[in-house]
T-cell receptor, first 110, second 113 residues
């Protein structure tokens, strides 16, 4: 079964710190890796995404790092803010099907 | 406003009831999806429709019956559900079912009693 393994399950970071969430996959056919952000009571919203031919993508305070040989990718949130407190899901796409990680609940303390 | 609207937002139903969840997308997309989100589990894809045709059914029990009358509307008909079916049901859409951004609605919280 295609799987995407996400860690940690929960993360607590001080305001201004760096939040790092990691994902690993097994299927080398995955060809698109989005990250979604979900606030309580809301549906997931696309945050940032990367394709495997790129090693890093940055949008504002959010950066995806992609290591194709290790089959790993990670989300870095710089200068984390209390408003970033949410659940983050990594995902991977192959053959028109998006497989999600189990989610990371991020809490940024003021 | 996400562009994908789901109703009802909350639903409580008995195991012998029949109810339906409704989804409407205002984004001009051609693909629509139903996902199930349970506590501490990954989002589970249930069904995919592309240009009104069902292209994926991830071994979902027959007590869940989807309907896609057009590219803008998607229903999930519920019948004789079990308590373990209680979850957040998310509708989503994308331009097509290929490598495109998926946009989610805010979900319908279902409680089966």
């Amino acid at each position: 079964q295609q799987q995407v393994k996400q860690s940690p399950q929960s993360l607590i970071v001080q305001k201004g710190g760096i939040s790092i969430i990691n994902c690993a996959y097994e299927n080398t056919a995955f060809d698109y890796f989005p990250w979604y952000q979900q606030f309580p009571g809301k549906g997931p919203a696309l945050l940032i995404a990367i394709r495997p031919d790129v090693s890093e993508k940055k949008e504002g305070r959010f950066t995806i790092s992609f290591n194709k040989s290790a089959k790993q990718f990670s989300l870095h949130i710089m200068d984390s803010q209390p408003g970033d407190s949410a659940t983050y899901f990594c995902a991977a796409l192959v053959r028109r099907q998006l497989t999600f990680g189990s989610g990371t609940q991020l809490t940024v303390l003021p | 406003e996400t562009g994908v609207t789901q109703t009802p937002r909350h639903l409580v139903m008995g195991m012998t009831n029949k109810k339906s969840l409704k989804c409407e997308q205002h984004l001009g997309h051609n693909a629509m999806y139903w996902y199930k989100q349970s506590a501490k589990k990954p989002l589970e894809l249930m069904f995919v429709y592309n240009f009104k045709e069902q292209t994926e059914n991830n071994s979902v029990p027959s007590r869940f019956s989807p309907e896609c009358p057009n590219s803008s509307h998607l229903f999930l008909h519920l019948h004789t559900l079990q308590p373990e079916d209680s979850a957040l049901y998310l509708c989503a859409s994308s331009r097509d079912s290929g490598r495109n951004t998926i946009y989610f609605g805010e979900g319908s919280w279902l409680t089966v009693v």
